[in-house]
């Protein structure tokens, strides 16, 4: 099993800057990989980031690339998403996984965002 805890979130003014963390314990060596995710009120949970668990490399949702980076210390079992520039439409509860293989199988309690406009 992995557990996953995030943290970080808050509430930040629009074009302001927040760093989400989620770090993992447990059978960590079994991730592929780690991703964000987000769900905002009324709609379904959606994909932000992800990024391979050597932290070679990565991919991003068209709505935040150039935005958010996500990152990986080699040194660390911790995953950071950088978000600058935010806008009120980042709001969301913004959530951690873990993926084995294909499947996103392990995840965060997650962390509310909100950007006031």
């Known amino acids: 099993q992995v557990q996953l805890v995030e943290s970080g979130g808050g509430l930040v003014q629009a074009g302001g800057s927040l760093r989400l963390s989620c770090a993992a314990s447990?059978?960590?060596?079994?991730?592929?990989?780690m991703g964000w995710f987000r769900q905002a009120p009324g709609k379904e949970r959606e994909f932000v980031a992800a990024?391979?668990?050597?932290?070679?490399?990565?991919t991003y949702a068209d709505s935040v690339k150039g935005r958010f980076t996500i990152s990986r210390a080699s040194t660390e079992a911790t995953v950071y998403l950088q978000m600058n520039s935010l806008k009120p439409e980042d709001t969301a509860v913004y959530y951690c996984?873990?993926?084995?293989?294909?499947?996103?199988?392990?995840w965060g309690q997650g962390t509310q965002v909100t950007v006031s406009s």
């Open positions: 996984a873990g993926r084995v293989f294909s499947t996103y199988i392990y």
């Open positions: 990024i391979s668990w050597s932290g070679g490399s990565s």
């Open positions: 447990g059978r960590t060596f079994s991730l592929h990989f």
